[in-house]
């Protein structure tokens, strides 16, 4: 006859067993500290690309690819904030875009272009394309507030309406570099330090991203982020206003979106309503495979440094070894899904 009462000790001793594997510590770590696992596959990616190829490690090459991060890796601070939320934003290219092309109609003038130039001072161009910026974005967040309407939804549509308002109000017309003050082209300057050149707009990026991580982790309005995507119904019964905290977010990601125009001008050395056309699912890109939780509520912005440097790195590096475009598209789609999947585990750890 069993003894009812060794029930209870062989279920205890089997959820003990089950729950000291190594998988279940991993899930654990990476659920406490969630910029580990970008860390630990852009340090054995550069590893890899070292080996297979000594000029990937070079200073110059080095150079090079923090200044091809730095338009995604801007534009992908927004695009954190707002999937914090568990929202999405389809529409951030096309506003940085309308955004840049804003500031450079606004300072040439008629004589050097065939656009109708306003020729106004570089430091107010800037400002004003700052703001339709902080404005684009501040609609897409009424919308998303006022109307209930879906993230996805809204930045879908206003993909299409800026995109739209760019070819409408600027006739596709590319404004070079010479064109404008050297203001404007500022973020593209350069210094040597070392071996390394460093390009002033990197800097203004982790400048960014040094605010930002600091804002997410010692402000009420970081937590009260993380509350909204973790559980929104939660945190407006523990009293926060979910919808003010979304309106803010969707501007303050618009602030974001206006100084990565600014940068691209400077990276680009021009102003073109045909710049990074697929840098929406760049942006997004780099925020999944950095370790933010597409669900919302979970996520660092070390987190999506690294997802975009990755990003980079493995693209540098399949070019350098040889590989054809589709196969280094080919790897970032491979490094998304698995980046989702690895999500979704972690989010199953047990408190």
């Known amino acids: 006859m069993v003894n009812a009462t060794a029930a209870p000790d062989l279920a205890e001793e089997f959820d003990a067993s089950s729950s000291s594997g190594i998988l279940p510590k991993i899930q654990v770590v990476l659920h406490k500290y969630p910029y580990l696992s970008p860390l630990t596959v852009l340090i054995v990616a550069m590893i890899i690309f070292t080996l297979l190829n000594d000029r990937f490690i070079l200073a110059t090459n080095l150079s090079l690819m923090t200044q091809q991060t730095v338009i995604v890796g801007t534009l992908a601070i927004a695009q954190t904030l707002i999937i914090l939320t568990a929202g999405i934003d389809l529409s951030i290219g096309a506003i940085m875009v309308f955004a840049q092309m804003t500031m450079a109609n606004l300072v040439v003038t008629s004589d050097v272009s065939n656009v109708a130039g306003f020729g106004w001072p570089a430091p107010l161009a800037i400002a004003a394309g700052i703001l339709i910026a902080v404005v684009a974005g501040a609609v897409n967040g009424f919308l998303i507030v006022r109307f209930k309407l879906p993230p996805f939804i809204v930045t879908l549509g206003t993909l299409s309406v800026f995109t739209a308002l760019s070819l409408i109000f600027f006739k596709a017309r ?10 404007m082209t500022w973020m593209g300057t350069a210094f040597e330090v070392g071996p390394f050149r460093v390009m002033t707009g ?150």
Do not use: C
Request: hydrophobic share 55%.
């Open 174 to 183: 590319t404004i070079q570099g010479p064109e404008m003050p050297d203001m």
């Open 202 to 351: 990197v800097l203004v990026m982790l400048g960014l991203y040094a605010l930002f991580a600091y804002i997410l982790r010692n402000t009420s309005w970081g937590t009260h982020i993380y509350a909204v995507g973790d559980d929104r119904d939660a945190a407006e019964l523990s009293g926060i206003n979910t919808g003010r905290v979304l309106f803010s977010v969707y501007a303050v990601a618009g602030l974001v979106m206006g100084i990565a125009a600014w940068i691209t001008i400077g990276r680009v050395g021009s102003a073109s309503p045909n710049v990074a056309p697929n840098i929406n699912l760049d942006s997004i890109t780099a925020v999944v495979i950095g370790g933010t939780s597409l669900f919302g509520g979970r996520g660092i912005m070390i987190g999506t440094l690294l997802g975009a440097l990755i990003v980079t790195v493995v693209e540098n590096g399949l070019a350098l070894a040889g590989l054809d475009q589709a196969y280094r598209v080919l790897a970032v789609g491979v490094l998304v899904i698995t980046a989702v999947a690895l999500d979704q585990w972690i989010r199953k750890v047990k408190a």
